[in-house]
């Protein structure tokens, strides 16, 4: 068994205070307490209609069923209509985490104009006195997570016109259908 290493032991992670984590905003390909950054690719020399087919497969396939969805339906409804700008934008917002994605473009924005310091103190949904019971977590006793939205991203047209999107499909709402299925490709 000459094959096996002894393992190194990794250097031990100080834990960040919450205040001291929200200060400065990780990299895309950061990812919190890790020591590597993974650098996404770089593609050059796309044309516009390339880096639409290819931003229309990446929101379709991110790995999480929510981001699917939410990146597909807002891929069909504005991809077509992007200009070079935005869909470079675009492009830059895919290289981000699935579930910050999610949050800056779903998380209520009255909480996140709070600051990057602190998350919402409180939360209607969370209940003095949960439920009792097999399925009692799961029904209306959770907090969201809460994602503040780094700076490269705060003003950016890309998570307004996402932002937009996720308004419009949402129970309250202009259409109010949801998100339920992702969009046929043609």
Known sequence: M???RPLRALPRQRPLAAAARFASDLRVGEL?????????LRRTGETD???RARLLYQSRKRGTLESDLLLSTFAEAH???LSGNLLTQYDLLLDENDWDIYYWATQDEAAA??????????????REDPPRGEWAQTVGNYRPAYRPVPARWKDSDILGLLREHVRRKSVHGGEGEGMAFMPALE
């Open 79 to 81: 991809l077509p209509a």
């Open 2 to 4: 000459s094959f096996l």
């Open 49 to 51: 209609d390339t880096k």
């Open 32 to 40: 919190s307490g890790v020591q590597f950054r993974v650098a996404p």
């Open 113 to 126: 104009h709070l600051g990057e310091q602190q998350a919402p103190a409180t939360d209607e949904v969370v």
